[in-house]
């Protein structure tokens, strides 16, 4: 049952903070995109010679490919958009940017059948681990999310898994670099909308 005030609070946006990662990542692709122009350059000033139009050819494909990852990671930092965010309507997964806002995916309060949060094994991650928070859109979800065992708990942040691919959609990673917590996001939807909460990361 939907909250009497959820009209009158206002949206909780989440947003990732700067890290090193993306810092280094816009770095090495600037620095690449100044070697695909030394190349265009170098052929340029040898002539058209059939090594000058190897290092042409790899020039643009190079200032193409990382001014894309320069574009992509520069503007997704820039424009600020949010990584998840609670609102009056339900859970909003943001488009990727360039995309615009209204390619945002909703999922409505009202087709919320609990939270999930789950914890798994990943190389990459602090610790090994990361947390999920999954939003389960059916009944059917939330049983597997109450007794199913670890690996079948994992399904649940996988997309190419098909039993569970309907909450892998709503499966977000909760990232050190987030400007709220796990628990912070789940006491945020819970003052918009009555949402139980299946905590299975130490199980």
């Given at each position: ?136 859109p059916s009944a059917e979800l939330l049983e597997t999310a109450r007794t199913a065992e670890r690996p079948q708990l994992v399904a649940l942040t996988l997309p190419d ?43």
């Amino acid at each position: 049952m939907a909250r009497t005030d959820e009209q009158a609070l206002p949206a909780f946006p989440v947003r990732a903070r700067l890290t090193w990662r993306v810092a280094v990542q816009i770095i090495a692709c600037l620095i690449l995109m100044i070697a695909s122009v030394a190349f265009v350059a170098g052929g340029l000033m040898r002539g058209m010679s059939g090594g000058s139009v190897l290092f042409i050819g790899l020039g643009v494909a190079g200032l193409a490919l990382f001014g894309a990852g320069l574009s992509t990671s520069a503007g997704t930092l820039l424009s600020r958009r949010p990584v998840l965010e609670l609102d009056a309507e339900g859970v909003r997964r943001p488009a990727r940017w360039p995309l615009p806002r209204r390619a945002d995916r909703v999922l409505p309060w009202r087709e919320i059948h609990a939270m999930c949060a789950v914890r798994r094994g990943l190389t990459n991650a602090k610790r090994g681990e990361q947390d999920y928070l999954v939003f389960l859109p059916s009944a059917e979800l939330l049983e597997t999310a109450r007794t199913a065992e670890r690996p079948q708990l994992v399904a649940l942040t996988l997309p190419d898994v098909p039993a569970t691919a309907e909450a892998a959609r709503w499966s977000f990673a909760v990232d050190a670099s987030w400007t709220a917590s796990l628990k912070e996001i789940v006491a945020e939807a819970r003052r918009r909308h009555a949402v139980p909460v299946v905590d299975r990361r130490k199980q």
